[in-house]
């Protein structure tokens, strides 16, 4: 043991410990204050009583004017919603949340998401059909899916466009058009928006009825996720909507009701809601409409220029065989089975949709 | 400046465009030769005449699946249409300032919002109808996409004039239905008054057409 | 320069809503608006109180800020007006306001209000000083001849005051010494505390 004590792993030992001793004695310092406090306690409550108990004058008064102690309505012969509240507190709260949370971050979202997808674009380019298209037509979607699709997709851009004009016009306009031009154009902005927004609400509805069922999470969309959808990792297999065609749908749904619901509260002002109902409305519709259109970039870009052969679907209703056996190979074989469903390409019947638009008795998807 | 244009000198080019071509277009299909039918008639062709431009109104059954959309929106357009130019608030207004002379009560502004929105929708549905359907594609030509186009911003404008605040909006209004009458009769949109003429003369043809049983 | 604003004694105000009657007559305010409200706080109870509120013409006014087209504007005074040709009626200033002053004509669907009305201090608007359409706009223009607001001036218990902030505290300072605080507190006195007035 004696030659043990002075060996030199024993002296590093020694130093190692002695260090985190003296490291724990020194944070422990501190903390000897707050001993002293905890034990003081005792002490403190015996001046306590010694003080008066001296409120400002009418401070229960302008505490229930406040409402610090809970909601407290006064009576007022004006009749009419929130008459008796005197002073509303989410009035301001909805004014710092609309100023300095709303206006800066949705412009950076949305700035932020465009300017990410154009980096993509100059950095990967176009994704074509790998191999070339092979000329066979897939049916896609059909009649009255791609005319919901349109119809939803252009109320949504008018509703879109009214929307921000109404947001940031305020920054962005006034300067240009000056305010009298401004307040026509906003008035304008306003009635459009409050006209087509129950349409859009329609129009999400019809789409959820229409594309719902190929819509639902399953096991294959875990791992497209995790290969990236296919940045990451080669081929990834999907369904007719890949993992983030579905994330994208169900965006839509839920933004889209949120969106059409609050906007039905904030436009049928005479249901007898507050002012809090109102300002909360509009929190739900300002974030779900920054959300949805930034997002939308992406759908639209990818839907475009992004990946070739995507746009065709929506406009014509197939899609090349070689791009869906790319992107949806379980959904092409699923196509594939019944051989019928392969459409060639055929000059004199525009892209071959027109067979099974004109033949079959009925179009309805 | 703007007003006096789009209230005076434009506003009468545009009724006299529009009357005169109207009735310049009439006068045209009532001009051409009828066919000289020398077979006993079966029905009278008036009776014929009315009833074809009855069952205009209803589609065929043998069809009516393949062009329910059509039947449908269509009917949302045109009736919201008809309900907005003559019941709409600000139109009886015009009217009765205008043209007639009285006026009639209009319908309540949440109504006249309500068949706007039917109207709206109706005319989007078959617009996107027309560019994406392969059968519409190949039969529509130019003037149809034009007439779309039109009727939708004259409906556009109207709807950014609700508020009825600013007169800059509200001639707005006026001007692109100023546009849409110098345009009326020179295109597609005479089937507003030609289908009438259209399916008597059909309807009365095959009125006549046949055996008497 | 004088910054305008209100206050309304919660000790004095007997709810006779004469204020209210004085700002509709002067400003010939339409049917259904409401320029100013009494507001009374437990009503028949022990403790109970009144206060008038209108539009309080805030220095840093929340509806200004949150107005879609800017409307608003502050005049020398301090006095918060608006652009009733602007305006779109959007209903933004009355969500903001925290005392409920914009007030809008029309009730109906589709959330078309009319333009919005308030207190202007009775200091008129945009339109020419004294002029039918600023009358019809917005009211009368006393501060324009020199006059306070009507409901100051006719309150019968001058409850409410209306005009300079550093005169108004100074009324409302010498009124609370000498008032003596069992009028005003609810519970302790201020002479068992062993406070001097």
């Known amino acids: 043991m004696a030659s043990e004590t002075n060996t030199k792993s024993a002296r590093m030992r020694k130093t190692v410990y002695f260090s985190i001793l003296s490291l724990l004695i020194v944070l422990a310092l501190p903390l000897i204050p707050y001993a002293f406090d905890a034990l003081a306690v005792d002490v403190k409550q015996n001046k306590e009583d010694k003080l008066v108990a001296l409120q400002s004058p009418a401070i229960n008064l302008w505490n229930d004017v406040r409402q610090r102690n809970g909601k407290i309505e006064g009576t007022s012969q004006v009749k009419s919603v929130d008459s008796g509240i005197l002073i509303n507190k989410t009035g301001e709260d909805w004014r710092r949340f609309r100023l300095e949370i709303l206006v800066p971050y949705g412009a950076y979202l949305m700035a932020g998401i465009l300017g990410a997808i154009i980096l993509f674009y100059l950095v990967r380019g176009k994704t074509l059909i790998s191999g070339g298209r092979s000329g066979e037509r897939i049916p896609r979607f059909t009649l009255n899916q791609r005319t919901a699709h349109w119809f939803t997709a252009g109320v949504f851009w008018l509703l879109a466009i009214t929307g921000l004009i109404l947001l940031y016009g305020k920054f962005v306009l006034i300067p240009l058009l000056g305010a009298e031009g401004f307040s026509i154009t906003a008035a304008a902005c306003k009635e459009m928006h409050n006209l087509f927004g129950p349409l859009f609400l329609l129009a999400v509805l019809a789409m959820l009825i229409l594309l719902v069922k190929d819509n639902f999470f399953k096991l294959v969309d875990l791992k497209w996720f995790a290969k990236g959808g296919g940045m990451f990792g080669g081929h990834v297999s999907a369904g007719r909507f890949n993992a983030g065609e579905k994330t994208w749908f169900w965006m839509v749904m839920i933004f889209g009701i949120a969106l059409g619901i609050s906007g039905l509260i904030l436009e049928f002002a005479i249901l007898g809601q507050g002012r809090e109902v109102m300002a909360l409305s509009h929190m739900f519709h300002g974030i779900s409409a920054l959300i949805l259109i930034s997002v939308s970039f992406g759908h639209i870009y990818l839907g475009t220029v992004g990946v070739e052969g995507t746009l065709e679907s929506m406009t014509t209703g197939s899609v090349d065989a070689a791009w869906a056996k790319e992107h949806h190979d379980l959904w092409y074989k699923e196509m594939t089975e019944d051989s019928e469903t392969i459409v060639s390409a055929d000059k004199n019947t525009q892209s071959g949709i027109a067979q099974s638009g004109i033949a079959s008795p009925d179009t309805g998807g | ?213 | 320069m004088a910054r305008m604003k209100f206050y309304c004694d919660a000790e004095r105000c007997i709810e006779c809503n004469a204020c209210i009657t004085a700002c509709k007559n002067e400003n010939e305010v339409p049917w259904g608006v409401n320029r100013r409200r009494v507001v009374t706080i437990k009503d028949g109870e022990p403790g109970e109180r009144s206060l008038s509120v209108a539009c309080m013409h805030c220095s840093d006014a929340p509806c200004a800020a949150v107005c879609p087209v800017d409307c608003f504007y502050t005049t020398d005074d301090g006095i918060v007006l608006h652009d009733k040709d602007i305006c779109i009626g959007c209903g933004y200033c009355f969500y903001a306001c925290p005392f409920g002053a914009p007030q809008f004509p029309s009730a109906a669907a589709f959330g078309s209000r009319g333009k919005m009305d308030k207190c202007t201090f009775c200091a008129g608007g945009p339109e020419e000083t004294h002029s039918s359409e600023e009358h019809t706009k917005y009211g009368s223009n006393r501060i324009a001849e020199g006059k306070l607001p009507l409901c100051a001036e006719m309150c019968s218990t001058k409850a409410l005051l209306a005009g300079d902030a550093d005169v108004l505290s100074d009324i409302y300072r010498k009124r609370v010494i000498n008032r003596g605080a069992s009028v005003l507190n609810w519970g302790v006195q201020y002479k068992k505390a062993g406070i001097d007035s």
């Not at chain 2, 019941?87 to 009217?95: G, R």
């Not at chain 2, 002379?101 to 005319?123: D, H, N, Q």
């Not at chain 2, 030609?194 to 049983?213: E, N, Q």
């Open chain 2, 1 to 213: 400046m703007l007003e006096q244009l789009v209230d005076g000198i434009f506003w009468d080019i545009a009724l006299v465009v529009f009357f005169a071509g109207i009735a310049w277009r009439i006068v045209d299909v009532i001009r051409r030769p009828g066919r000289n039918d020398l077979a006993e008639s079966r029905n009278s062709g008036i009776s014929g005449a009315i009833m074809a431009n009855i069952r205009g109104f209803f589609p065929r059954r043998e069809i009516s699946p393949r062009i329910r959309i059509h039947v449908i929106a269509g009917y949302m357009f045109h009736l919201g249409l008809f309900i907005l130019l003559i019941l709409a608030a600000p139109h009886v207004k015009f009217i009765e300032e205008h043209i007639t002379g009285f006026g009639w009560t209009a319908m309540p502004y949440g109504v006249f919002v309500i068949t706007a929105m039917i109207s709206f929708a109706g005319l989007i549905l078959l617009w996107i109808h027309r560019l994406l359907n392969p059968v519409s594609q190949l039969i529509s030509r130019r003037g149809d996409h034009v007439a779309t186009t039109l009727v939708f911003f004259v409906m556009l404008t109207g709807c950014m004039a609700l508020a009825e605040s600013s007169t800059g909006l509200r001639l707005f209004h006026r001007f692109t239905v100023e546009l849409l009458m110098i345009y009326f009769p020179f295109s597609a949109l005479m089937h507003a008054i030609m289908f009438v003429p259209s399916r008597a003369y059909t309807g009365s043809l095959f009125g006549r057409r046949g055996v008497k049983l």
